[in-house]
């Protein structure tokens, strides 16, 4: 039984989703299919555009979520997270492999890259079971890996990011108005608009988010330095050294936080900037906060934090002292 | 959202001359991105400051090369610059890149995403990556370029890259900043290739197809062709010839060729002299350009005018006058001004 059947609102729905679907299914046949599609980035780019207009509705209101911008929870939350010490993992992981490395028969292992190296480039062959047999003999995934990659070479992710999303669902929302005010307040005392990079550290390949808030800061008046992915905390420190930015935006969903960041600040206090403020977003324990704090990170956002407010909050502390 | 209780304000920039100078001499990549953002600043005191410092380093002794990139967005220039540097560093050069990007002119704000498509480049030692937003600027190029290529080259660097979107007319102003002028464009014929302007055609040294690689080398050799075609109606005053290839900058074809040809460009002009004469040429350029930007912008931070400025614009947008006759009343104003005796 069909309970909806005929309901107005719902075959209304049906043919609209029906209809946007084709819509982008016919822009991947356009570009070619599926495979051409990614290279052009086409699927990335419509997945950030959608996520930019749903953080630009709930910063706003017009769009609810309860407990995120309605009925959040009063108490703050306590959860225990296991905690895990990644230099101490990454030790014992390498100590790994070097003993793996020492107790196989390495011979037998560049045979059968080789093998697989070959197979790669005449393009005869299965390169899967190349690549087994090079796993059953202990090869790491790396080696197989960089031996492809000497043939293929690496995929480089078209990396472009969508502009003015943010502004055109915010227009009259009055946070995004007076962060707009306050970037241009930025501008007036400090002579150059206020400028933030955006980074990615470690092992942590999500991305959406960072590039979101990248974008929805450019709306409203930062110039936005936006890092590569997997950049080691000292790549981050030379990125934001050379643009001489005012704060480091450190996106975080995998943890690496309590690791990457006393790196990064280590790498900037090397180099004399310890000046650049370090802001840290993503999935971060409350029970980090503080230690974060206590190494010299201004300020936390994590899930569910309007964007506008955010940058209000940071343009305000930095000048706090201007006027 | 959580802010760190202890949490300072930002700390004013206290950088004395005297430290920048000796930090950009030893190379010091902090002090010289430092002395960037002095004379990139809009405020007019820090227009003091930086010309003092520029006015502390020594003259440049043209031995560096400064090249320009230009092409429409998508053009693939950053990945050409990323293949370009690499092959430059290993070669024993140094390597600043200029990267410009258009600012949104309603926010302000920009993405100067560069160096996610320069990720190689961006970790070595021996580049220096510094996108900056063109902050609404007619030419897409900075009015401190000039002064930015300075500082580069006297902490050491000696090939400049200078990255700008090229969008209507803006691909003619990297001309007058740089040494050899690459323009790159798309395989195809006809409308893409004619999409770039003629006038940008005209001042380019050298020609480069990009994306010659998978089904569109056949286009690629159409675009070619018509480059070829319409070359042989220019020359440079110089005496170079300008040269037509197609590269792949994604598949590293044709990037040792280019980077030849760029370094032929250079080695041409600085033997005939010629290199020396268009930095000199460039300069009377940059003054007659300047000017008029640096007056308004010092017009428009004095108080006065600052309201005035401000209050005529109220009126235009309430309809209470023309904008015509908004100007009519600010250039009054200005002309009072300027004949008043000092």
């Known amino acids: 039984m069909d309970p909806f059947g005929g309901s107005i609102v719902i075959e209304k729905r049906t043919s609209q989703l029906l209809s946007d679907a084709g819509k982008l299914i016919k822009e991947i046949e356009n570009a070619g299919g599926m495979t051409k599609a990614i290279e052009l980035g086409i699927p990335k780019i419509r997945i950030e555009e959608s996520a930019a207009i749903k953080q630009a509705r709930l910063d706003s209101g017009r769009e609810i979520l309860v407990g995120v911008n309605a009925f959040q929870r009063k108490e703050a939350e306590t959860l225990e997270v296991r905690q895990v010490d990644n230099s101490k993992v990454r030790k014992s992981q390498l100590k790994q492999i070097i003993l793996l490395k020492k107790s196989r028969d390495n011979t037998k292992v560049s045979i059968a890259l080789e093998d697989l190296r070959i197979c790669a480039q005449s393009k005869e062959g299965n390169i899967l079971e190349k690549a087994i047999i090079a796993a059953e003999l202990r090869a790491t995934l790396g080696e197989i890996s960089n031996t492809l990659e000497s043939v293929f070479g690496r995929y480089e992710a078209n990396n472009s990011v969508i502009s003015g999303v943010y502004k055109k669902e915010n227009a009259e929302d009055p946070a995004f108005i007076k962060a707009k005010h306050m970037t241009s307040l930025f501008l007036q005392t400090e002579g150059r608009a206020p400028r933030i990079l955006i980074a990615k550290m470690g092992q942590d390949g999500h991305d959406r988010g960072a590039k979101v808030v990248a974008s929805s800061f450019a709306d409203i008046g930062f110039d936005v330095d936006l890092g590569p992915l997997f950049q080691t905390p000292e790549e981050t420190a030379k990125q934001a050294i050379e643009n001489d930015v005012h704060w480091i935006g450190v996106s975080s969903l995998a943890a690496g936080h309590k690791t990457l960041v006393p790196e990064l600040l280590k790498s900037l206090k090397n180099s004399n900037r310890s000046d650049i403020q370090i802001i840290v977003g993503g999935v971060v324990p409350k029970a980090d906060y503080d230690f974060l704090f206590s190494l010299g990170v201004v300020a936390v956002f994590g899930p569910g934090s309007p964007i506008s407010e955010s940058a209000s909050k940071i343009l305000d502390l930095a000048l706090n002292d201007r006027f | ?342």
């Open chain 2, 1 to 342: 959202m959580s802010i760190n209780p202890n949490a300072k304000s930002l700390p004013r920039a206290s950088l004395d001359v005297k430290s920048l100078v000796r930090g950009i001499q030893i190379g010091d990549r902090s002090m010289l991105s430092q002395a960037i953002t002095l004379v990139e600043s809009r405020k007019i005191a820090d227009r003091a400051i930086a010309r003092k410092l520029i006015e502390s380093l020594p003259k440049n002794k043209n031995t560096s090369f400064r090249i320009g990139i230009t092409g429409n967005p998508g053009v693939g220039k950053s990945t050409l610059i990323e293949r370009l540097g690499n092959i430059y560093i290993q070669s024993g050069h140094r390597i600043a890149v200029l990267a410009f990007d258009p600012s949104s002119p309603d926010s302000g704000g920009s993405i100067l995403g560069d160096k996610t498509r320069m990720e190689k480049l961006s970790k070595e030692n021996n580049a220096f990556i510094r996108p900056s937003s063109s902050s609404g600027q007619l030419g897409g190029i900075g009015n401190s370029t000039r002064e930015i290529i300075h500082l580069c080259e006297s902490a050491g660097y000696d090939r400049i890259i200078i990255e700008t979107v090229g969008v209507g007319q803006n691909e003619i102003a990297i001309n007058n900043f740089v040494d050899c002028f690459v323009l790159m464009a798309l395989p195809g014929a006809g409308d893409e290739i004619q999409g770039i302007k003629r006038g940008i055609l005209e001042s380019a040294d050298i020609l480069a197809v990009n994306k010659a690689d998978g089904e569109q080398i056949n286009l690629a050799k159409i675009a070619l062709g018509f480059l070829k075609n319409v070359l042989h109606l220019f020359s440079h005053e110089d005496g170079w010839l300008v040269p037509a290839i197609s590269i792949s900058a994604r598949e590293n074809k044709g990037v040792d060729h280019l980077l030849e040809l760029i370094e032929k460009c250079c080695r041409h002009r600085m033997h005939g002299g010629y290199l020396d004469f268009n930095r000199k040429k460039q300069n009377e350029i940059a003054f007659d350009k300047n000017w008029k930007s640096h007056i308004a912008n010092e017009l428009i931070q004095e108080k006065h005018f600052h309201e005035l400025n401000k209050s005529l614009k109220e009126k235009i947008v309430k309809g209470d006058i023309t904008p015509e006759k908004a100007l009519d009343i600010f250039i009054q104003e200005f002309r009072e001004i300027i004949k008043t005796p000092r």
